[in-house]
């Protein structure tokens, strides 16, 4: 069973009042948002991560869940269980000025040891900011814009050449046989390890998707798993469909130059390699978000179909993205 699938078969004998999409609003209606996730060695991140940029990622892709529902980060709950010569002073350091950062306070949690490796589950709370509403997947309408808060498609390269042995040291990014390469290529590959490494949760973006009027504000979701499976899921809880055009997908500058490198598929990498962490929404046409960064790349229509236009013909948008089971 998909994931996805797995997913609707727990929600057909849950509340539906009560389950949520990026995060659950509780109780129905509010004032509270709450999300968890976990990062797993191996799964989520290299065995010989730095537990300080591992305690950063793993606030980040859990703020990204708060971003896309609008709400105002609290409080946390954390779980850390790893095996005996793990620095936790490095890693709470870390973690305490991080959540700082984003006035967020650690309320509890628990510690134990893992044979295994790190497993680090954290749990966020959320609030409704007083001039603003709950954001969810379902507010999608046939004629509205589509928009992507950032680029796409660059922490999977970063996530490639870390599978190849980078790694980010201090400041500095350490790659394999950088000399090989030109210096522009490499500049390239050290910035993509860093957004995959240290992604930037887009709290500002979804709290003004929150404070628009009722009949302005759309659908969003943030992109973890990837544009092509995230926008499916997002069509489907507001039942349109969807044509993002080819040509408008944000990329980071040089991004075909880094895929090239690496032999990858830039689309490919683009629709399907997930770890973005921008935040996917709708709007009514004429209305442009007042943050930095977001590029319109769609609309959504009556039909429930997904396509992609590329030079001018319309084609099945391809089914690719992360399944975690």
Known sequence: ?????????????????????????????????VTVDSQIAGIHFV?????????????????????????????AFLALSTQRDFDHRRFFRAFLDACRS?????????????????????????????????????????GHALWLGGTIGESA??????????????????LPDDRTMSPTVAAVARRAVRRHLCPQPQLVLGQWLGQQPADHRGAAMDVSDGLAIDLRRLCRASGVGAEIREEALPFADRFDEACRELGADPL???????????LLFTLPEGIEPAVSGARKIGRITRSKQLTLRREGVSQPLPALGWDHL
Do not use: H, K
């Open 268 to 278: 490919a990498l683009a629709l399907g390699g997930g770890e973005d962490y921008v």
């Open 1 to 33: 069973m998909s994931e996805d699938g797995l997913l609707r078969w727990l929600r057909a004998r849950l509340d539906p009042c009560l389950i949520g999409d990026d995060a659950a609003v509780l109780p129905a209606g509010g004032p509270f948002a």
């Open 47 to 75: 065995a010989d991560l730095d537990p300080a940029l591992l305690a950063r990622r793993l606030l980040a892709v859990n703020l990204s869940d708060l971003a896309a529902t609008g709400a105002e980060p609290a409080y």
């Open 157 to 174: 390269v970063g996530q490639r050449w870390i599978a190849r042995g980078a790694r980010l040291l201090g400041r500095r990014v350490e």
């Open 102 to 142: 984003f006035n967020t306070l650690l309320a509890g949690g628990d510690l134990a040891r893992s044979p295994a490796g790190t497993v680090a589950t954290l749990t966020l709370i959320g609030t409704r900011p007083p001039d603003g509403a709950f954001l969810d997947r379902g507010g999608a309408r046939p």
